[in-house]
């Protein structure tokens, strides 16, 4: 299957400070990428939806000014969590379809922890 | 909310077969069944997907009934390294915007024991 490349899969970080994590297609071109959040025992949460050169779209519930995201290629899109707080310690995903795939690839994850 | 309901967990023995009963009695004409498993603490690994008719693939056997509100994923000679979340989603093929979205509801999972 295709593949995506999620970096870095764990991060520390302190409160109040803000934390990018990448999601690249490595053998694709996606244009449409998802962001997921899970928490613990939990099933994933869909966060947005972005494509290539426009605006993400956001799910009820998520702050758009908290959790910035940007697809500005089609092999690339990132997510940043802005003043990051304990509550946003959680597990993240994304997921990546286009090109000739129908079916959508997910990254390995990124585990976020504030402190 | 997801469209598919699945039992919340099960057990299979070693080399036997698994097989994962998912109920999506809902689902409309353009959309596909996909089956997608989790390990713990990785992202989500498609295995198979299919309309209307059986699948198969290196991974597993899709079965889907006639009137495709259900479906049965076969895992043939279930090994410890099955061992996993096991999730069934129904999704229109058509993945422009937010048409193509997983919604993951709270899966099966799946213990393969020795």
């Known amino acids: 299957g295709a593949v995506v490349s999620q970096h870095p899969s764990w991060v520390i970080c302190k409160s109040g400070t803000s934390v990018k994590i990448e999601c690249r297609s490595l053998?694709?071109?996606?244009?449409?990428m998802f962001w997921y959040r899970q928490f613990p025992k939990q099933s994933l949460m869909l966060m947005a939806t972005s494509n290539e050169g426009s605006k993400a779209t956001y799910e009820q519930g998520v702050e758009k000014d908290k959790f910035l995201i940007n697809h500005a290629s089609l092999t690339l899109s990132t997510l940043t969590v802005t003043s990051a707080h304990p509550e946003d310690s959680s597990f993240y995903i994304c997921?990546?379809?286009?090109?000739?795939?129908?079916?959508?690839?997910f990254g390995q994850g990124t585990r976020l922890t504030v402190v | 909310d997801a469209k598919t309901t699945q039992p919340p967990s099960m057990d299979c023995a070693e080399g036997r077969a698994a097989n994962l009963p998912c109920n999506h009695s809902t689902i409309s004409g353009n959309e596909y069944v996909y089956w997608y498993r989790q390990i713990h603490s990785q992202g989500p690994q498609y295995i198979i997907h299919g309309l209307k008719n059986n699948e198969t693939n290196e991974m597993a056997s899709l079965i889907i009934t006639e009137d495709r509100k259900s479906s049965t994923l076969i895992l043939p000679h279930a090994t410890l390294r099955d061992t996993a979340v096991y999730y069934c989603?129904?999704?229109?093929?058509?993945?422009?915007?937010?048409?193509?979205?997983?919604?993951f509801g709270k899966g099966t999972k799946l213990s393969v024991k020795p």
């Open positions: 997921s990546a379809t286009g090109g000739q795939n129908t079916e959508a690839f």
């Open positions: 053998d694709f071109q996606a244009t449409t």
């Open positions: 989603i129904v999704r229109s093929q058509n993945y422009g915007g937010s048409q193509g979205n997983l919604i």
